[in-house]
């Protein structure tokens, strides 16, 4: 689940929480990525071929920030990420 937030004046509410597939198109202020140690990632294996384009198409909707938030112990999707952190 991740939440995008745009600063931007709309009718739409200022955060939005919607899952990784709701994000293909929007564009946003900040992305925020929570990644929990039960998240469901589908039943694709290494090397998360759909599912890293997926987080990739999610990562970039934002035009300022992004913050992910990770679990102890992240599946193999995200685990490249926490390596940075």
């Not at 600063?7 to 200022?14: D, G, T, V, W």
Request: glycine letters at 10%.
């Amino acid at each position: 689940v991740g939440a995008m937030i745009d600063s931007q004046p709309r009718r739409l509410p200022a955060v939005q929480v919607m899952n990784l597939h709701q994000t293909k198109g929007r564009e946003v202020d900040a992305v925020v990525l929570l990644c929990g140690d039960d998240d469901f990632h589908g039943y694709e294996g290494e090397p998360f071929v759909e599912g890293s384009r997926l987080l990739y198409v999610t990562l970039t909707r934002a035009r300022k920030e992004v913050t992910v938030i990770l679990g102890h112990q992240p599946h193999g999707l995200v685990a490249p990420i926490a390596a940075l952190i």
